[in-house]
């Protein structure tokens, strides 16, 4: 098998991992968006089924807990966006056949900027999520935000790569063409 056949399997393995993961995040959102529901269904409701469901998705207190669950449909929002790019991407690489293009490297970059940007903006929302209705920010998961930032910063470096590597073939083709 050549080496550009196994990339082209490691994209589209890659492709259906990241198409997972914008799953899981639909997935969180409707979870997200539910609890809301069946919190002020809960409220409305005197009934033990409403009594034991909001168990699973109360926290200290009645603003925490839509705070909570707001700011939580703002994140999944945030990375569905980023990996619906990288998606897009991959798919983009795989049809053109080469990832080795200053075009998909300066795509890269700038899907490296809004991994960065986009979780940061979500912050921001979540906080005045949070400030509105009167609850501090430790209601709120700082860790993928961290996480979204890092890969961020790591699409960003393999847009370096790619850019070098671009370059390179542009040398080497202009090479080939004066001999």
């Given at each position: 098998?050549?080496?550009?056949e196994?990339l082209q399997?490691m994209?589209?393995?890659?492709a259906?991992c990241i198409?997972l993961?914008?799953?899981y995040y639909v997935?969180?959102a409707?979870w997200?968006?539910v609890?809301i529901v069946i919190?002020y269904?809960?409220?409305?409701i005197d ?5 034991d ?11 925490a807990?839509?705070?909570y669950r707001?700011s ?7 990375d569905?966006?980023?990996?619906i ?7 983009d690489?795989i ?8 075009h998909?490297a300066r795509?890269?970059t700038f ?10 903006i979500?912050e921001l929302?979540a906080?005045?999520?949070h400030?509105?209705?009167g609850?501090g920010s430790?209601?709120s998961d700082?860790m993928?935000?961290?996480?979204s930032?890092?890969?961020g910063?790591?699409l ?7 850019h ?5 073939e542009?040398?080497?083709k202009?090479?080939e063409?004066k001999?």
């Amino acid at each position: 098998m050549k080496k550009v056949e196994l990339l082209q399997k490691m994209l589209k393995f890659f492709a259906a991992c990241i198409f997972l993961a914008v799953l899981y995040y639909v997935i969180a959102a409707i979870w997200n968006i539910v609890s809301i529901v069946i919190y002020y269904s809960a409220q409305n409701i005197d009934n033990s089924f409403w009594s034991d469901a909001l168990k699973y998705i109360e926290r200290s207190s009645p603003a925490a807990t839509l705070a909570y669950r707001w700011s939580g449909i703002v994140y999944c929002v945030a990375d569905m966006v980023s990996f619906i790019m990288v998606f897009k991407y991959l798919l983009d690489v795989i049809e053109e056949g080469t990832l080795f293009t200053p075009h998909s490297a300066r795509h890269m970059t700038f899907i490296g900027l809004k991994t960065i940007f986009l979780p940061l903006i979500a912050e921001l929302i979540a906080l005045i999520i949070h400030l509105c209705y009167g609850v501090g920010s430790e209601y709120s998961d700082h860790m993928p935000v961290v996480i979204s930032v890092i890969f961020g910063v790591v699409l960003l470096f393999v847009s370096l790569i790619l850019h070098h590597v671009a370059e390179l073939e542009e040398k080497l083709k202009n090479i080939e063409n004066k001999e």
